[in-house]
C-alpha cells in the first residue's frame, strides 16, 4: 500500500470528474495512492486541483494559500503561486504525473543529511569515498546545459562535464569517472540505449537522472525499472535541489 494523498477537487464537468476518479482509482496499486477529498475524509487534503472556469476557483485559491496547501490550476490566466498548471483537453493521466513529482519520494535517499557535521564546504566536495562529486550533464541545448549545471552548482555538485550528444558522451564517459548522469534530451530521442552504454561505461555509477516533456506511463515504469530516476520537465525547482543534495551523500556501492 502507498503513501495515500487527498485531493481536493474543485469544479470540472461530470464527464472530467469520471476520468479524473478512474485515473484516481488505477493510483491505488502505485507508490502514492490518490483519492478525492471529501469532508468526511480521515485527513486534509494535501493539494488542491481547480477547475479554473468554476466560480469558487479563486475563493478556493485563497483558501489553499492561507493554509500553504499547493494547488494545481486548469485552465487559462493561472494566478501566482500555482504549483503546476494545464490546459483543455486534459489527459488526466498526465495531471497525476505531475503530482508524483510532488509527492513520490526521491528514489533511494533514505539518509540523515543532519549527519554532515560541515558548516562550511570547501570549494571542493568530495563524495563518501573521497573522490570529488563528478557529474555529466548531456543536452543538445546551451540553456538547458546552463541551467542544470547552475542547479548542480547550488546543490555542491562542484565538477560537470558537459556533452552535446550522445556520442560526446560516451567519449567522455570513456575517460572521466563520473557519480551522476543528467539526462535532458529531446522528446524525439530515445536515452535507453544511451543510458545502457553509459552504466557499462560506468559500473559505480551512483545516480542517473532524466529529464522529459510530458514522459508517458510507459516511459516511467521503465525507469522505474531501471532504477532511473524520471522527472517531468521543467522539474519542480526544490525537488531537483533536493534530489541534486541527497544524491551527493548516498553510500558508494559495494
Given at each position: 500500500m502507498g503513501n495515500r494523498v487527498f485531493v481536493k477537487v474543485v469544479g470540472f464537468t461530470d464527464a472530467e470528474r469520471h476520468a479524473l476518479n478512474t485515473v484516481f482509482r488505477l493510483s491505488q496499486d502505485g507508490p502514492v495512492n490518490y483519492s478525492p477529498w471529501e469532508a468526511d475524509a480521515p485527513e486534509p487534503p494535501r493539494m488542491l486541483l481547480v477547475d479554473g472556469q468554476d466560480e469558487a476557483a479563486a475563493a478556493?485559491?485563497?483558501?489553499?494559500?492561507?493554509?500553504?496547501?499547493?494547488?494545481?490550476?486548469?485552465?487559462?490566466?493561472?494566478?501566482?503561486?500555482?504549483?503546476?498548471?494545464?490546459?483543455?483537453?486534459?489527459?488526466?493521466?498526465?495531471?497525476?504525473?505531475?503530482?508524483?513529482?510532488?509527492?513520490?519520494?526521491?528514489?533511494?535517499?533514505?539518509?540523515?543529511?543532519?549527519?554532515?557535521p560541515i558548516d562550511t564546504r570547501p570549494t571542493l566536495v568530495l563524495g563518501p569515498g573521497g573522490r570529488p562529486?563528478?557529474?555529466?550533464?548531456?543536452a543538445a541545448g546551451l540553456e538547458e546545459r546552463l541551467y542544470i549545471r547552475a542547479k548542480l552548482a547550488l546543490a555542491l555538485w562542484t565538477l560537470a562535464d558537459e556533452a552535446e550528444s550522445a556520442p560526446r558522451a560516451l567519449e567522455l564517459a570513456r575517460t572521466q569517472?563520473?557519480?551522476?548522469?543528467?539526462?535532458?534530451?529531446?522528446?524525439?530521442?530515445?536515452?535507453?540505449?544511451?543510458?545502457?552504454?553509459?552504466?557499462?561505461?560506468?559500473?559505480?555509477?551512483r545516480?542517473?537522472?532524466?529529464?522529459?516533456?510530458?514522459?508517458?506511463?510507459?516511459?516511467?515504469?521503465?525507469?522505474?525499472?531501471?532504477?532511473?530516476?524520471?522527472?517531468?520537465?521543467?522539474?519542480?525547482?526544490?525537488?531537483?535541489?533536493?534530489?541534486?543534495a541527497r544524491l551527493r551523500f548516498l553510500p558508494e556501492q559495494d
Amino acid at each position: 500500500m502507498g503513501n495515500r494523498v487527498f485531493v481536493k477537487v474543485v469544479g470540472f464537468t461530470d464527464a472530467e470528474r469520471h476520468a479524473l476518479n478512474t485515473v484516481f482509482r488505477l493510483s491505488q496499486d502505485g507508490p502514492v495512492n490518490y483519492s478525492p477529498w471529501e469532508a468526511d475524509a480521515p485527513e486534509p487534503p494535501r493539494m488542491l486541483l481547480v477547475d479554473g472556469q468554476d466560480e469558487a476557483a479563486a475563493a478556493e485559491v485563497a483558501l489553499a494559500r492561507q493554509s500553504l496547501m499547493p494547488f494545481t490550476w486548469i485552465g487559462p490566466r493561472v494566478p501566482a503561486g500555482a504549483w503546476q498548471c494545464f490546459t483543455r483537453p486534459l489527459a488526466w493521466p498526465e495531471v497525476v504525473m505531475a503530482l508524483d513529482e510532488f509527492f513520490l519520494p526521491a528514489p533511494d535517499l533514505d539518509i540523515d543529511l543532519d549527519a554532515d557535521p560541515i558548516d562550511t564546504r570547501p570549494t571542493l566536495v568530495l563524495g563518501p569515498g573521497g573522490r570529488p562529486c563528478h557529474a555529466l550533464v548531456v543536452a543538445a541545448g546551451l540553456e538547458e546545459r546552463l541551467y542544470i549545471r547552475a542547479k548542480l552548482a547550488l546543490a555542491l555538485w562542484t565538477l560537470a562535464d558537459e556533452a552535446e550528444s550522445a556520442p560526446r558522451a560516451l567519449e567522455l564517459a570513456r575517460t572521466q569517472d563520473y557519480e551522476l548522469v543528467v539526462l535532458d534530451l529531446a522528446p524525439w530521442v530515445d536515452p535507453w540505449p544511451l543510458v545502457v552504454e553509459l552504466r557499462a561505461l560506468q559500473p559505480a555509477l551512483r545516480g542517473v537522472l532524466l529529464l522529459q516533456a510530458g514522459p508517458s506511463p510507459v516511459q516511467r515504469l521503465r525507469a522505474w525499472r531501471a532504477g532511473v530516476t524520471l522527472m517531468r520537465k521543467p522539474p519542480h525547482p526544490g525537488r531537483l535541489h533536493d534530489l541534486l543534495a541527497r544524491l551527493r551523500f548516498l553510500p558508494e556501492q559495494d
